[in-house]
């Protein structure tokens, strides 16, 4: 991902539904700040947990080589700076809404842990302790920098860097984003990066005036229809009781497929017109129908939502969930 700040709302064309309904641009300083969709219902959940680390984002980068510590944090500082939802907060206000407010940009904290006298094995033990305790850490979304870093130094020219972003401000992408950018800066060769077209404010200002009056209805019409009698919950036999209270303690597990195998899958799957997740999804979804007896089977799957080409390189929450059914 190769990633001039500004502001920026739906052409009029988007209410219209031409063909340059997608096209984003910028807005005037005098605007109100909204909240995207995706903004508003990870608010609402932040307020009903109290804070919570579920919907945090943390990546664990290993470097390589000597550090200069101080242009690491100068860099982290420098991509806060570039993309504004990263130093978003969120202000309730009488209504029981919330108001984004961009915070002006300042140097955030990069506090170091040296572990490199540690054992091996021990040493692995308290960077996962230690990861797990500043992961968990929750947000205050009403005043905190919505990025924060530790960095361990596991051994001579040898470091870890934990970056954990919350999701209100980020996605999956987002990540790869950050990467780039902090790699730009730390090399002092921030100059290729392209200016930035928009920011987070700018999309979230686009998406609500599309999404009314005919566009919307069009919206919901769909998806009422396409998830009309939606079952309550699948029919899979499970080997315990289902818990009161949702634990998110969820588990991975990796199964192994051969070269041949996915070769001659994937050539099926173009034989037939279908990409490699519509194969892969296709049989899932037969699998769960014959362990769940049934043919109702509804699943969602995260889709990127980065159609406009402005905010390919911006650092924002778009991402989406898509229920396939």
């Not at 807005?27 to 009903?48: G, K, M, N, Y």
């Not at 209504?95 to 984004?100: F, K, L, Q, V």
């Not at 870093?149 to 990540?175: P, T």
């Amino acid at each position: 991902i190769n990633a001039k700040p500004g502001h920026a709302i739906a052409d009029k064309a988007i209410a219209s539904g031409s063909e340059n309904a997608l096209s984003l641009r910028p807005v005037t300083e005098d605007a109100t700040p909204v909240l995207s969709f995706s903004q508003q219902r990870l608010w609402l959940l932040d307020q009903i947990e109290q804070g919570s680390a579920h919907y945090h984002l943390p990546a664990l980068l290993n470097i390589e080589g000597e550090l200069d510590i101080a242009r690491m944090q100068r860099a982290l500082s420098a991509v806060v700076a570039r993309h504004e939802s990263l130093r978003t907060v969120f202000v309730e206000q009488e209504s029981g809404a919330a108001a984004p407010k961009v915070q002006t940009a300042s140097a955030i904290l990069l506090p170091v842990i040296d572990l490199s006298v540690m054992k091996p094995g021990k040493q692995q033990v308290a960077l996962a302790q230690k990861c797990e305790s500043f992961v968990a850490k929750p947000f205050d979304l009403s005043s905190d920098v919505l990025l924060r870093a530790q960095l361990f130094k596991v051994a001579n020219a040898r470091y870890k860097l934990l970056v954990v972003m919350h999701h209100i401000a980020a996605d999956g992408w987002s990540m790869s984003v950050l990467v780039n950018d902090v790699k730009a800066f730390y090399s002092q060769q921030s100059s290729t990066l392209p200016p930035l077209p928009i920011q987070y404010g700018d999309y979230a200002h686009w998406q609500q005036a599309w999404m009314q009056g005919d566009v919307l209805a069009s919206q919901l019409g769909y998806w009422r229809e396409a998830l009309a009698d939606l079952p309550t919950v699948h029919q899979l036999p499970l080997d315990r009781p289902r818990p009161a209270v949702q634990q998110f303690d969820g588990a991975h597990l990796q199964t192994p497929i051969s070269a041949k195998q996915v070769t001659a899958f994937k050539a099926l799957c173009g034989a037939n017109q279908a990409t490699l997740f519509m194969g892969l999804h296709a049989l899932f979804s037969t699998l769960l129908a014959r362990y769940s007896q049934s043919q109702d089977i509804v699943m969602g799957t995260p889709i990127a939502n980065r159609e406009q080409h402005e905010v390919a390189n911006l650092v924002g929450f778009f991402a989406n969930t898509l229920v396939l059914r």
